[in-house]
């Protein structure tokens, strides 16, 4: 076992990495336990990197999550009480099981999840942005105080464990979060409005028409996987620790984004000063191509945020997005040459890929909804429109995306699921159907023992 602090750090690097490789692929679904050891070991690796583990590692049930089993246990005795009281004489006469019951009652059930975690823990929201404890699971565990993504990973784990399964909805990229129960079934709303729960208000129920309008999403929700959740989570403390880094204000709006007008000095409300190579203070950035380097006194948090860009980079699989973002923290740590062949990268993957959109004709299929399954539906659309068969194709290394989706009513289909499990029931409202197809720009495949001898860069094949 690692001793020392650094020998942790370490350890928990490693894991991280280690982890992340396992769970890459576009086809690989993550679990709440793959999140939880995600959130865990990169609490474990900002503990160790400060340097602070100490006595901290005696808080062992913040470790082993066994608080999140003692939740659930609390929250389900007081689930069953208020069933009791709701029922009165009927309940000890009914044969009802715990999940008929939650069927039941769903509102109940998360107000005994809002009472345990709010009430008697303590959870709340943290008080002002900036705090990187806050982002860390195992601290939030241990103090009560969470960012918005945590307390909804939180939330989202205790209510499983307590047997109301939800989906999640991340917007504004982890910055506000949203849940509702995953089976179709069971509804959080009356009167035929929807609710969904907010863990950053204390559980409480919102309108998903409100949250609809206020962020621009449409409803029905399309909810994030847990890679998404882990995604977000990630990239929050990054952007927590960029802004301790440049010294910015951390409210979304006020916030230096991370990008390459910051990198060259081009960002107009930049107000730091330049340092020259002769340890002279330069003045205020402008557009005269002075390069901004971040401080001696906070490089510790640059070196936290390429930490996080390291894992993003491997968590989205080195796309131009999550590469950029790296080449960037690169920059800002000084490690101008990993900088330079991180931008390469980006050029090569603009320079070998194109896309462009193509709406073609609405197309008109009688099928049985009863029996079809999507992925039918999908080989049927395939034929009629003379597309070569999925099973066919070319997947280009680091291609792991599927190549065709359905969408209905603004919610993507599982393949697997026959038309009215899928809640296609009829023809009044389309599918929209997606085929996604690489195009080589510049470039063209040669046969073994062929030559290449196009001499043209504007040439297409």
Known sequence: MPETDQDVLNWAKSSIIEHLEAKSGGEVEWSNTDLLK?????????????GSL????????????SLIKHYSIRIRELFMDMCQDIE???YSKAQSSYDDYVAKYPTHLVSAINEVLYEQ????RMASYGDVRSFQLRRVLDSGVGSPIVLAIIYMIVAEESGLSLHALSLEEGSYVVMWPKDDTIRLGAQGEVFVIDPYAKGSLMSAQEISEIFDVDVPFRPDSLKDMAKDTLLQLLLTHWCLAVQCPLEPLL?????LDVALGEYSDVSVQVEYDDGQKGPLLSNRGDFWTVSPETQHHMQKCLSAAEKLHILQE????????????????????KAIESLDMVL???????????ELDDMVLKVDPETLTVQELMSRVSQESKWAPVDSLLRLDGFEDPWERAIYKGRELKMDSVLKDAGVTSGEDAIVTVRRVLL?????????GEEDDSESDEENF
């Open 54 to 65: 100490g006595d901290d590692v005696l808080f062992k049930s913040t470790w082993d999550l």
């Open 38 to 50: 995600l959130c865990m070991l990169v609490s474990l690796e900002e503990t160790a990197s400060d």
């Open 318 to 337: 080195g796309t131009i997005e999550s590469t950029v973002r790296l080449a960037l923290c690169q920059y800002f740590c000084q490690e101008y040459h």
């Open 255 to 259: 916030a230096i984004p991370l990008d």
């Open 121 to 124: 823990q303590g959870y709340k």
């Open 348 to 358: 090569q993957l603009c320079e070998s890929m194109s896309t462009k959109t193509e």
């Open 88 to 90: 009165g004489d009927l």
């Open 440 to 448: 080589a720009d510049g470039w063209k495949i040669a046969a073994d």
